[in-house]
């Protein structure tokens, strides 16, 4: 499959989300199960997975859509996958990570630029991780590879 040549800031954007969705996933799911009272943290590594994903044959546009996917290891592993959508010149990504408990769900709108500590929402799992939330900090350390620090909240 041929994939679409993006501007440098849209692919560092497209990589950025899924870094940091695979993480805080990961981490959520790995530690929901264990909060008693005070945050837990998770840290895990994203790495984005090559053939995987869907992404706009043109410069992007407010509307268009994009997806990816990374695997997860650290404190925990597994995999994850997110949609965006192009809102404005940012992309809202909805990500969902698959880990050996349950699923975590994360939102956020991601900056076009290489930003060093982002935080992405945790919204929810399923199984062990029913009603995780809180939030993930995402640090891109290449194109290809995201350190993410999951804190949750009981």
Known sequence: MIRPRFPHRTRIAVALSTAVAALIIAAVIASAGSAQGNPNTLNLVSKTQDRIGFFPHHKPHQGDRFGFGDKITGDDTGVDRAVCTFIGKKPLCNIQAQLSKGALSLQGVLPTGRPK?????????????DGARGTAIVTQVSASKTLVTVNLVP
């Open 117 to 129: 500590q982002l935080p992405i929402a945790v919204t929810g799992g399923t199984g062990d991780y």
